[in-house]
């Protein structure tokens, strides 16, 4: 749960909708969606 808060608080400090990056993890490696939201900075 910590892990998913995480990336939650993440997302949003990228500017990023939550929903958006936990669909993302469903469908993609979970390192490369990770990644892609760090690279947006």
Not at 12 to 38: M, N, T
């Amino acid at each position: 749960m910590a892990q998913l808060m995480k990336v939650a608080e993440t997302s949003r400090l990228h500017g990023k909708r939550v929903s958006d990056i936990y669909k993302e993890l469903y469908v993609r490696p979970p390192d490369k969606v990770i990644r892609s939201l760090y690279a947006a900075q």
